[in-house]
């Protein structure tokens, strides 16, 4: 059973950084897509970015790609999402999420690709 834990979540001002991070285990990772999705209070669930675990390629929701920047520690399991310049409409629980099934060719901004889900961490960010 895959199991994903979500930290590093909290407080921060607009225009600075945080860095959430996931923990993954249950399984071996090589193929699978790991991602973070956000959901702010009263929205849908929004894709912020992928990573292919076996090579690293990232995958970004086109209007996050300057500021978000996802990377992986395979030796630890663990998957990170940096933000940087942050803003108050990035508030929002913050999901990890992961998938085997799927393919390069067909990587989408939808959270529905993803079939297993952590519990989400919580980023305020005030003005």
């Known amino acids: 059973q895959v199991l994903l834990v979500e930290s590093g979540g909290g407080l921060v001002q607009a225009g600075g950084s945080l860095r959430p991070s996931c923990a993954a285990s249950g399984r071996t990772f090589t193929n699978y897509l790991m991602g973070w999705i956000r959901q702010a209070t009263g929205k849908e669930r929004e894709f912020v970015a992928a990573?292919?675990?076996?090579?690293?390629?990232?995958f970004y929701a086109p209007s996050l790609v300057d500021r978000f920047i996802v990377s992986r520690d395979t030796a630890n399991n663990t998957m990170f999402l940096q933000m940087n310049s942050v803003k108050p409409e990035d508030t929002a629980i913050y999901y990890c999420a992961a998938t085997a099934n799927w393919d390069v060719r067909r990587v989408s901004t939808s959270p529905e690709q993803f079939d297993n889900w952590g519990q989400g961490t919580q980023v305020t960010v005030s003005s």
């Open positions: 990573i292919a675990w076996r090579n690293g390629r990232p």
